[in-house]
């Protein structure tokens, strides 16, 4: 199975790396320091004048990130990731950002308390006021409650999700047939923008020997995760994590699919609405 995230097979659960727990955030973790308190309960719909939390989905290769942009500019709200807040805290040295680097020094896997404790210091700053744009996270349903409880303390929900489908095949296709000049940065594509020199084999495909940089003559590389096994992988643990994630959210109604297996004018013709 290539992944796909209508599947007709369960998905299977992802399984996260047992570290050590650090200290709890003293006040800005997702969960209540107190045993016996009764964690918050998540509003089915975000109150009125509420600020607008936005997360968006994507497998690789589906133009999440070509949409993001125009997502943050039409809500007015940062675009946050956890790889960019975790190490933005660490950065400041704030207190949770202090104990992902004692984590991350000693080898270990951040834990969820660690990251949903970032995303609360995050959040709370000048720029998140009318609201965020979570971009690949919750990654597991545990992660999803978490931030649920978080939000769910200051009378917040989530306002909307955008997942941006693609079929498997085609980001086969987009992924795969990605080249790359190592000194230049420069990319092409043996379908959609392939270099001069490009000579296809019998099969079809491109001739390695053939793929060279236009402007210097020098020869293309692909990355060793822009192959058809590497994407498999990748793709099944997208949608082992990701599905069960959009399931949590579908009965609230916020859960929207776009179909990205378009041009990206079209993909952002469907996307705004949403916002």
């Not at 975000?46 to 943050?72: D, H, Y």
């Not at 020997?209 to 293309?220: F, Q």
Request: proline share 8%; charged share 25%.
């Amino acid at each position: 199975n290539f992944g796909s995230s209508h599947s007709s097979k369960a998905a299977v659960p992802h399984r996260r790396r047992r570290t050590p727990r650090a200290p709890r955030p003293s006040t800005m973790g997702c969960t209540n320091s107190s045993p016996a308190a009764a964690p918050a309960a998540a509003p089915a719909v975000a109150p009125a004048g509420a600020r607008t939390i936005v997360m968006l989905f994507g497998p690789p290769g589906s133009g999440k990130g070509t949409q993001a942009p125009k997502v943050v500019e039409k809500v007015g709200a940062p675009q946050l990731s956890t790889g960019d807040m975790l190490r933005a805290a660490v950065a400041e040295g704030t207190e949770v950002g202090k104990q992902a680097k004692a984590v991350m020094e000693s080898g270990g896997l951040v834990s969820d308390e660690i990251v949903c404790g970032i995303i609360a210091e995050r959040i709370a700053k000048p720029d998140c006021a009318k609201g965020f744009v979570l971009d690949g996270f919750p990654r597991t349903v545990e992660q999803a409650k978490a931030l649920d409880e978080l939000l769910a303390k200051k009378g917040e929900a989530v306002t909307k999700i955008l997942a941006f489908d693609v079929p498997s095949e085609i980001l086969e296709e987009r992924i795969c047939g990605r080249w790359t000049h190592k000194e230049s940065g420069r990319s092409y594509h043996a379908k959609f923008s392939p270099p001069k020199s490009m000579k296809l084999l019998d099969s079809g495909k491109p001739d390695p020997e053939t793929m060279l940089d236009d402007a210097t003559g020098e020869k293309l590389i692909q990355r060793d995760d822009d192959t058809a096994e590497a994407l498999k992988s990748r793709l099944d643990k997208y949608y082992s994590q990701t599905t069960p994630v959009l399931d949590h959210y579908e009965p609230r109604g916020i859960v929207k699919h776009i179909n990205a297996n378009q041009a990206p004018e079209q993909v952002w013709t469907e996307t705004e609405p949403h916002l």
